[in-house]
């Protein structure tokens, strides 16, 4: 089941609600992507990536749409392409995701035959897993490192810039 950030203000941190906000909601960005197979994109995004299927369209017969989302935001929308697709170089998708979870999104990436890079820390206090689609893409889930694994350094800098800006 893939999991919704909710905030909790007294917390100061996201939590994570484990229901899909499966409301329709006006969404101020989303990925369209062309996909080379259609059937094979929709059964990898729903089995390794943790999405849902909000609406296929049409309902019945061959679709032309297909609407993921893993949590309030992360949306995707799969088309059949139009002509051949190629591996978008230059080009990648993050999104959120809770550090507990990277280590089994990338063993069910590994299991559905896709590359997968990490869990991987990165030098700006991430942890991320790197996967690539059956068309090449190349989506990260990134996750805040614990904290007792975090670089104080890092975080020093990043507060002061944010302070000097201020």
Known sequence: MSETPVHDPDAGVPTIDPVVDT??????MFLRLEVSDLARSRAFYTGALDMVELAVLPPSGPPFLVH????RYQDLLLV???GPVSAAVG?????????DALA??????TA????????????WNTTDVTVTDPDGLRITYTARRPAERRDADFEAVVRSSVAARD
């Open 104 to 109: 089994g999104l990338a063993e069910r990436a």
């Open 91 to 99: 080009l990648g998708l993050s999104l959120a995701a809770e550090h």
């Open 112 to 123: 559905f035959g896709a590359p997968v890079e990490g869990p991987v820390d990165t030098p």
């Open 68 to 71: 993921l989302r893993r949590w």
């Open 80 to 82: 059949p392409a139009r």
């Open 23 to 28: 409301s329709i909601y006006p969404m101020p």
